[in-house]
């Protein structure tokens, strides 16, 4: 049973450039969750989709941000024009139908350059 | 607005003792779940514990339990006979009925020294 996988597990840009992020959900898994940790910090809901919907986008930075999860394939946090700030680990987790409990993946540390 | 406080930056603990580390959080929803995760150095978080808040039990989970009590608004993650493999931040998570994102709190570093 494979877990949620996330890649690139570490992910170096230099300002300006753009960032790419996947995820793959736990097999069955029709939810999936994205949260960003700050370094020292908890980690910080950034947005809940469904195949094809965007749920709940409460989280999301205004700019530069956007997510998708489409109907094949994993889905995907793109950040535009990355700056310095956006260095942190980003976490992608799963859920079942029932969304009781989320299964998180191993993480992708952006570091911005 | 929901929220959830972890105390404690850093515990430390003799392996084979128990150890509990301290949870409280506010929400006006009646109907929530109470998580806990524990983060090791490796980074990936390890989902260790579920509470309802309308379970009637504590919940277990091999060596951990959650000391859960409502009216105080409190979920402590009690891990017994601790390992040397417990090292690790652990982390405190809220969701409430309506909305599917976790609220975590800052964490607690456990050591566990030989």
């Known amino acids: 049973n494979a877990g949620v996988m996330q890649n690139p597990r570490h992910l170096v840009r230099r300002r300006g450039q753009e960032a790419r992020l996947r995820c793959s959900p736990v097999k069955g898994h029709s939810h999936v969750y994205w949260y960003r940790q700050l370094p020292e910090e908890g980690l910080k809901f950034m947005v809940y989709?469904?195949?094809?919907?965007?749920?709940?986008e409460s989280g999301m930075p205004k700019e530069r941000f956007s997510a998708e999860f489409p109907k094949e394939g994993p889905s995907i946090l793109r950040i535009q024009q990355v700056v310095r700030g956006d260095s942190a680990a980003y976490f992608c987790?799963?859920?079942?139908?029932?969304?009781?409990?989320?299964?998180f993946g191993p993480g992708t540390r952006l570091l911005v350059l | 607005a929901q929220k959830i406080t972890q105390t404690q930056p850093g515990m430390f603990v003799q392996e084979k003792e128990a150890v509990t580390l301290d949870c409280t959080y506010d929400?006006?929803?009646?109907?929530?779940?109470l998580f806990w995760y524990k983060q090791p150095s490796s980074g990936e978080m390890i989902f260790l514990i579920y509470q309802g808040s309308y379970d009637q039990q504590n919940a277990t989970e091999g060596r951990y339990s959650l000391n859960f009590q409502k009216a105080r608004k409190s979920a402590n993650l009690v891990i017994s006979a601790s390992q040397l493999g417990d090292s690790a931040m652990y982390f405190c998570?809220?969701?409430?009925?309506?909305?599917?994102?976790?609220?975590f709190g800052t964490g607690t570093r456990l050591q566990v020294f030989p």
């Open positions: 989709l469904q195949k094809e919907n965007i749920i709940d």
């Open positions: 987790a799963s859920s079942p139908p029932s969304r009781q409990t989320q299964y």
């Open positions: 929400t006006s929803d009646p109907s929530y779940g």
């Open positions: 998570a809220m969701r409430e009925r309506n909305t599917d994102k976790l609220i």
